[in-house]
T-cell receptor, first 113, second 114 residues
């Protein structure tokens, strides 16, 4: 998967349940990003992180939380506060200070049941 | 914040024709503009990119042009083939609080008919 792995590929969430999406990279990239993609729409930024133990809210952070305890890992938790979580979630990474060469994971498709 | 607008939302062409997709951005400090191709259910794949110090870049049948003054950039695909059918996204890189981030357009669904 080009050095960045997302799991699971498909995830089903019940109403009121928190779920965590995994994103792991072995590219030694400092910066990691989470995007949400709804059908027929573009990618919207949820959270991003440039260094360990630091992260910033993107445009649609409400109802989501992240952590960055290790450089390689940037898990995303979709909380019960996110009322419409059904979407395709993409994780990406780039070297620190770079604005080019985003590497995307293969995505997680989350569905509320 | 940065906003990227992309047009058209759908584009249908005959095989062999050219396709042009246009994007505008709002942050004059943006300095990097990639284009991604996404097939159904797959991750976006970078197909070409351009930096703000360059006006045009070509890679075989694909070219991108950038007009910094007008804050718009375009993707040109010549001699289109059915395998070019996909959703194409433009993006602009912006810096906020020392953090680089890509802001994406809404996408263009390109259909190439044999």
């Amino acid at each position: 998967d080009g050095g960045i792995t997302q799991s699971p590929k498909y995830l089903f969430r019940k109403e009121g349940q928190n779920v965590t999406l995994s994103c792991e990279q072995n590219l030694n990239h400092d910066a990691m990003y989470w995007y949400r993609q709804d059908p027929g729409q573009g990618l919207r930024l949820i959270y991003y992180s440039q260094i360990v133990n630091d992260f910033q809210k993107g445009d649609i952070a409400e109802g989501y939380s992240v952590s960055r305890e290790k450089k390689e890992s940037f898990p995303l938790t979709v909380t019960s506060a996110q009322k419409n979580p059904t979407a395709f979630y993409l994780c990406a990474s780039i070297p620190r200070g770079a604005s080019y060469g985003y590497t995307f994971g293969s995505g997680t498709r989350l569905t509320v049941v | 914040g940065e906003n990227v607008e992309q047009h058209p939302s759908t584009l249908s062409v005959q095989e062999g024709d050219s396709a042009v997709i246009k994007c505008t951005y709002s942050d004059s400090a943006s300095n990097y503009f990639p284009w991604y191709k996404q097939e159904l259910g797959k991750r976006p794949q970078l197909i070409i990119d351009i930096r703000s110090n360059v006006g045009e870049k070509k890679d075989q049948r694909i070219a991108v042009t950038l007009n910094k003054t007008a804050k718009h950039f375009s993707l040109h695909i010549t001699e289109t083939q059915p395998e070019d059918s996909a959703v194409y996204f433009c993006a602009a890189s912006t810096i906020s609080g020392g953090y680089n981030k890509l802001i994406f357009g809404a996408g263009t669904r390109l259909a190439v008919h044999p």
